[in-house]
């Protein structure tokens, strides 16, 4: 006698957590809603998935993208309907722009409701639809497993990117017997077999060539073969913006970051190739130089182009070999590749970009007139000390200048930065990246403007033991739009002047260790307090709002 196994009847929420645990969530952040409340009461039977309860929306999708860029998998932030959708936006955006995978999972309405425009009602295809990679809704229960499993997939596939999904509360609170699936499964794409042999045709006919690498979906072994395939053709390699985690900053091929602050002799370097290796970037406008130093569609410079994503080539840029394949793919393919003997007449070439990003990457004297912090050598006593595996994490504004000059990375994973820009970023982020790995250290970057952003994450740093380490740049002004203030406008000071509160006293309050610092000789001391002290910290540093980067002073 047979038996005919039927599922058993589960509501939406029980349905939708065991897709997550089955795609190997392990944690999810969020402010919790009843719009979603079958999801929260699921969680709680499974303690194999930790939730994070945020103090705002944006802070939950900005800790998904940390954890999204850390882990390789996908970052999941629930939000409720309307208002914390909205919030949680920012998060989306950094993602999309990032190529960062992230699910958000957005409470809503009742279906029977939709368009009567309930309490906190939005469509969300229609809001999210040109800021993720798909924006839906689960509008039966039965698909509940479908759509999660088809989220995954595309949050992970080709150009990895943000996903949104709606969940209706009558899809939520409803029962029904509905089978699981298996987790996604991520095909990646690989170089045609022509592809090598084209490329290292073109670097036989080179004389001076540049690697530019960036995006998401590196691993170790796809570094270990960029280090190999680097190594073997004594090839540059810079960083696009803020990908400077790829390669091992003192590997001798690396030479630079084509970010904010990018050097004179490193804009030089692109402007004077004749050959572009462009693996896994999609050549933004700030990589780019605004599209100048790499001009579209056609660049001047020769330009093979590798990106995973097939609708990424040839639409901004014209390549003379676009391939499209993953970065691990791609590495490991043109790792195989060897010089055969012959004599590479770029030796120099590449020794001249090293020596540069060496002379570019060495602190600054302390000006005559400066006064408090001097940054580049407190940014280059934490790059000195630090563990190899530390992970920086950073917002926007002008501080950002020094930070991404002066640090060296070491290691893949250790780089927390958004590159659209995002105010804010950084202390959620490190947050995320102190749960996901708590026996390293993680460092927070932030001005002033920045840090008010998302403070009352310090919350959730001190709820969740999160024993992050927050350096607060002051200079009393949102200093990015003064430079430009001053540039076009100058001596015209307009909303952006600040009054900030005493962020020891603030910054206490939570239960956080604190301190201020004045000058950059009392830096190390503060640090190693920080380190020590068990749990979250920060540290202000007390700027000189004159010096406005590096090399510039309002002033001038």
């Known amino acids: ?92 955006h950094t993602a999309m722009q990032d190529s960062t995978p992230m699910i958000l999972f957005v409470g809503q309405v009742a279906n029977q409701i939709k368009e009567r425009e309930g309490f906190q009602e939005v469509d969300y295809r229609r809001v999210f639809g040109g800021l993720a990679k798909w924006a839906t809704e689960i509008e039966d229960i039965a698909r509940i497993p479908e759509i999660v499993s088809r989220a995954f997939s595309v949050a992970m596939s080709g150009r990895k990117g943000p996903v949104v999904v709606a969940l209706p509360e009558d899809v939520l609170f409803g029962a029904a017997a509905v089978a699981d699936v298996p987790p996604a499964r991520i095909s990646e794409a690989a170089p045609d077999a022509a592809a090598p042999a084209e490329l290292a045709a073109l670097l036989r006919e080179a004389q001076r060539p540049l690697v530019v690498v960036g995006g998401t979906g590196w691993n170790a072994t796809a570094q270990a073969a960029l280090r190999e395939f680097a190594t073997a053709w004594n090839l540059p390699v810079a960083a696009s913006f803020r990908r400077q985690d790829v390669l091992d900053n003192r590997d001798a091929h690396y030479v630079g970051q084509l970010g904010l602050g990018v050097s004179a002799a490193l804009a030089r370097t692109v402007s004077e190739a004749d050959l572009l290796i462009v693996i896994g970037s999609r050549l933004s406008e700030i990589t780019s130089g605004n599209y100048e130093l790499i001009r579209s569609p056609r660049p001047a410079q020769r330009l093979v182009h590798v990106h995973a994503d097939p609708e990424e080539l040839g639409r901004v840029f014209l390549a003379d070999l676009p391939i499209n394949a993953s970065v691990a793919n791609a590495a490991t393919a043109f790792a195989a590749l060897q010089p055969a003997g012959a004599a590479l007449p770029w030796h120099g070439w590449t020794e001249a970009a090293r020596a540069a990003y060496v002379a570019h990457n060495t602190p600054l004297a302390r000006g005559a007139s400066q006064r408090g912090v001097e940054m580049s050598s407190v940014v280059a006593h934490l790059s000195n000390t630090l563990p190899d595996d530390t992970v920086i994490s950073n917002g926007a504004g002008n501080y950002t200048v020094w930070v991404h000059r002066f640090y060296r990375y070491k290691q893949l994973g250790t780089e927390l930065a958004p590159t659209n820009g995002a105010m804010g970023y950084g202390l959620p982020a490190a947050i995320a990246a102190k749960l996901a790995a708590p026996e390293r250290t993680v460092v927070c970057f932030a001005g002033d403007g920045c840090f008010m952003m998302y403070p009352q994450e310090l919350a959730t740093a001190m709820q969740f033991g999160a024993a992050v380490i927050v350096i607060v740049v002051n200079n009393g002004m949102l200093g990015t739009i003064r430079m430009h203030q001053e540039r076009e406008y100058p001596g015209r000071i307009s909303g952006t002047q600040l009054a900030n509160p005493d962020f020891i006293a603030l910054a206490r309050a939570f239960g956080a260790h604190a301190e201020r610092v004045e000058h950059e000789s009392a830096f190390p001391a503060a640090l190693e307090r920080a380190r020590a002290a068990g749990r979250a910290a920060v540290l202000e540093l007390v700027t000189d709002p004159q010096q406005i980067t590096p090399a510039l002073r309002l002033d001038q």
């Open 1 to 92: 006698m047979t038996t005919t196994q039927t599922n058993p009847s589960r509501n939406g929420g029980q349905i939708l957590v065991e897709a997550l645990r089955r795609n190997q969530v392990d944690t999810i952040y969020c402010v919790p809603g009843e719009s979603y409340l079958p999801v929260l009461d699921a969680l709680a039977d499974h303690d194999s998935i930790r939730t994070i309860v945020t103090r705002h929306e944006g802070a939950a999708s900005n800790m998904a993208d940390g954890y999204g860029k850390l882990t390789g998998r996908p970052g999941i932030a629930f939000v409720t309907r309307g208002p914390g959708a909205t919030h949680a936006a920012n998060g989306v």
